[in-house]
Protein backbone atom coordinates (compact mmCIF):
# COMPACT_ATOMS: atom_id res chain seq x y z
CA UNK A 1 0.00 0.00 0.00
CA UNK A 2 1.46 2.99 -0.92
CA UNK A 3 1.16 6.60 1.37
CA UNK A 4 -2.02 7.96 -0.98
CA UNK A 5 -4.17 4.68 -0.40
CA UNK A 6 -3.21 4.41 3.31
CA UNK A 7 -4.24 7.84 3.65
CA UNK A 8 -7.76 7.21 1.30
CA UNK A 9 -8.67 4.74 3.29
CA UNK A 10 -8.32 6.82 6.52
CA UNK A 11 -10.80 9.17 5.00
CA UNK A 12 -13.31 6.63 4.11
CA UNK A 13 -13.34 5.44 7.82
CA UNK A 14 -13.07 8.91 9.02
CA UNK A 15 -16.26 10.00 6.98
CA UNK A 16 -18.34 7.37 8.40
CA UNK A 17 -17.69 8.08 11.66
CA UNK A 18 -15.21 9.60 13.70
CA UNK A 19 -12.32 7.24 15.34
CA UNK A 20 -9.72 8.07 17.87
CA UNK A 21 -5.99 7.95 16.76
CA UNK A 22 -4.95 5.03 17.97
CA UNK A 23 -7.96 3.17 16.57
CA UNK A 24 -7.29 4.38 13.30
CA UNK A 25 -4.01 3.36 13.28
CA UNK A 26 -4.93 -0.09 14.47
CA UNK A 27 -6.80 -0.07 11.76
CA UNK A 28 -4.92 1.13 9.06
CA UNK A 29 -2.11 -0.96 10.30
CA UNK A 30 -4.51 -4.75 10.38
CA UNK A 31 -5.14 -3.65 7.13
CA UNK A 32 -1.57 -4.73 6.06
CA UNK A 33 -0.28 -0.64 5.65
CA UNK A 34 3.41 0.14 6.40
CA UNK A 35 4.13 1.85 10.05
CA UNK A 36 5.33 4.91 7.61
CA UNK A 37 2.71 5.42 5.75
CA UNK A 38 -0.10 5.05 8.21
CA UNK A 39 1.65 7.52 10.32
CA UNK A 40 1.80 9.96 7.35
CA UNK A 41 -1.62 9.51 6.77
CA UNK A 42 -2.59 10.08 10.88
CA UNK A 43 -0.65 13.20 10.64
CA UNK A 44 -1.85 14.34 7.77
CA UNK A 45 -5.56 13.70 8.82
CA UNK A 46 -4.84 15.89 12.08
CA UNK A 47 -3.13 18.83 9.82
CA UNK A 48 -6.45 18.97 8.34
CA UNK A 49 -8.81 18.67 11.33
CA UNK A 50 -10.05 15.55 10.35
CA UNK A 51 -8.73 13.73 13.69
CA UNK A 52 -8.53 15.11 16.78
CA UNK A 53 -9.01 12.65 19.78
CA UNK A 54 -10.34 15.66 22.19
CA UNK A 55 -13.40 16.17 20.02
CA UNK A 56 -13.69 12.72 19.54
CA UNK A 57 -13.61 11.31 22.83
CA UNK A 58 -15.83 14.45 24.06
CA UNK A 59 -18.50 13.36 20.82
CA UNK A 60 -18.45 9.51 21.95
CA UNK A 61 -18.88 10.48 26.18
CA UNK A 62 -22.04 12.76 24.87
CA UNK A 63 -23.44 9.52 22.51
CA UNK A 64 -22.87 6.91 25.08
CA UNK A 65 -24.73 9.15 27.99
CA UNK A 66 -27.49 9.79 25.80
CA UNK A 67 -27.92 5.84 25.22
CA UNK A 68 -27.81 5.66 28.97
CA UNK A 69 -24.24 4.90 29.86
CA UNK A 70 -23.30 5.75 32.87
CA UNK A 71 -19.82 7.74 33.45
CA UNK A 72 -17.63 4.86 34.65
CA UNK A 73 -18.44 2.78 31.65
CA UNK A 74 -18.10 6.05 29.04
CA UNK A 75 -14.54 6.35 30.79
CA UNK A 76 -13.51 2.95 30.46
CA UNK A 77 -14.44 2.81 26.78
CA UNK A 78 -12.54 6.07 26.15
CA UNK A 79 -9.61 3.98 28.05
CA UNK A 80 -9.67 0.99 25.66
CA UNK A 81 -10.31 3.16 22.85
CA UNK A 82 -6.46 4.67 23.28
CA UNK A 83 -7.70 7.93 24.18
CA UNK A 84 -5.20 9.76 26.21
CA UNK A 85 -5.87 9.74 30.08
CA UNK A 86 -5.42 13.75 30.16
CA UNK A 87 -7.97 13.92 27.65
CA UNK A 88 -10.23 11.39 29.09
CA UNK A 89 -9.94 13.30 32.35
CA UNK A 90 -11.07 16.29 30.74
CA UNK A 91 -13.99 14.86 29.17
CA UNK A 92 -14.99 13.37 32.46
CA UNK A 93 -15.40 16.47 34.21
CA UNK A 94 -16.84 17.96 31.44
CA UNK A 95 -19.95 15.37 31.89
CA UNK A 96 -23.28 16.51 33.29
CA UNK A 97 -23.46 16.90 37.09
CA UNK A 98 -25.09 13.96 39.33
CA UNK A 99 -28.91 16.03 39.38
CA UNK A 100 -28.74 15.56 35.61
CA UNK A 101 -27.19 11.78 35.83
CA UNK A 102 -29.62 10.39 38.27
CA UNK A 103 -32.27 11.75 36.24
CA UNK A 104 -30.89 9.78 33.26
CA UNK A 105 -30.64 6.81 34.93
CA UNK A 106 -34.69 7.22 36.62
CA UNK A 107 -35.34 7.35 32.83
CA UNK A 108 -33.78 4.36 32.11
CA UNK A 109 -34.93 2.44 34.58
CA UNK A 110 -38.45 3.81 33.46
CA UNK A 111 -38.08 2.75 29.99
CA UNK A 112 -36.49 -0.68 31.03
CA UNK A 113 -38.26 -1.87 33.77
CA UNK A 114 -41.34 0.57 34.14
CA UNK A 115 -42.64 3.53 37.04
CA UNK A 116 -43.80 0.32 38.84
CA UNK A 117 -40.84 0.40 42.08
CA UNK A 118 -39.85 -4.04 42.64
CA UNK A 119 -41.99 -5.64 44.01
CA UNK A 120 -39.39 -7.91 45.89
CA UNK A 121 -35.65 -8.76 46.14
CA UNK A 122 -34.51 -9.99 42.53
CA UNK A 123 -36.43 -7.60 40.83
CA UNK A 124 -34.27 -4.93 42.87
CA UNK A 125 -31.16 -6.75 41.78
CA UNK A 126 -32.18 -7.21 38.66
CA UNK A 127 -32.45 -3.13 38.22
CA UNK A 128 -29.74 -2.89 40.58
CA UNK A 129 -27.27 -5.01 37.77
CA UNK A 130 -28.77 -3.36 34.69
CA UNK A 131 -27.61 0.21 36.33
CA UNK A 132 -23.99 -1.13 37.48
CA UNK A 133 -23.50 -2.87 33.61
CA UNK A 134 -24.14 0.90 31.87
CA UNK A 135 -21.68 2.03 34.61
CA UNK A 136 -23.71 4.13 36.99
CA UNK A 137 -21.62 4.48 40.16
CA UNK A 138 -23.38 3.33 43.59
CA UNK A 139 -24.35 6.50 44.99
CA UNK A 140 -26.56 7.03 41.87
CA UNK A 141 -28.29 3.49 41.95
CA UNK A 142 -28.20 3.50 45.97
CA UNK A 143 -30.50 7.01 45.20
CA UNK A 144 -32.52 4.94 42.80
CA UNK A 145 -32.74 1.64 44.25
CA UNK A 146 -32.82 1.94 48.40
CA UNK A 147 -31.47 -1.50 49.65
CA UNK A 148 -33.35 -1.21 53.09
CA UNK A 149 -36.34 -1.60 50.91
CA UNK A 150 -35.52 -5.38 51.00
CA UNK A 151 -32.34 -5.57 53.36
CA UNK A 152 -33.47 -4.98 56.28
CA UNK A 153 -33.85 -1.13 58.23
CA UNK A 154 -30.34 -1.60 58.96
CA UNK A 155 -29.10 -0.73 55.71
CA UNK A 156 -29.22 3.11 55.16
CA UNK A 157 -28.28 3.70 51.52
CA UNK A 158 -30.43 5.77 49.88
CA UNK A 159 -32.36 7.25 52.65
Known amino acids: M ?12 L ?3 SH ?9 RETGAPPEAVER ?14 A ?17 RVQA ?8 SAIVQEVMTDLPDEEE ?12 FGETPPQDAREWKRRHDF ?5 FDAGIIAALLPAHAFYGSHWSIGE
Open 15 to 17: ARR
Open 101 to 112: TLRAAQRLLGRR
Open 56 to 72: FAASRARYRLEQGHGAR
Open 41 to 54: ALARCRELGYLDDA
Open 131 to 135: LARRG
Open 77 to 84: ELTRLGID
Open 2 to 13: NDQSVYEQALRW
Open 20 to 28: GERELARRL
